[in-house]
């Protein structure tokens, strides 16, 4: 299960809302609650959010094995 948990403390750190990524990366508030929730997002998404907040794919997220 890939975990977005890394993407939230990011925001946290910057100070920054999640309508102030929904606007930087022109993602729409479905994607924010997909990625809150955990849920598969396309990878034009991830990239759209790396290049807004100028980071790594592996800032924003993780892997996690589930059991």
Sequence with gaps: MIKYNKLFALLEDRNLTYTDLQKMAGISYAV????????EVGTSFIDKICLALNCQ?????EYAKEI
Excluded: G, K
């Design 32 to 39: 924010i609650n997909s990625l809150r929730n955990n849920r």
């Design 57 to 61: 794919p592996d800032d924003i997220m």
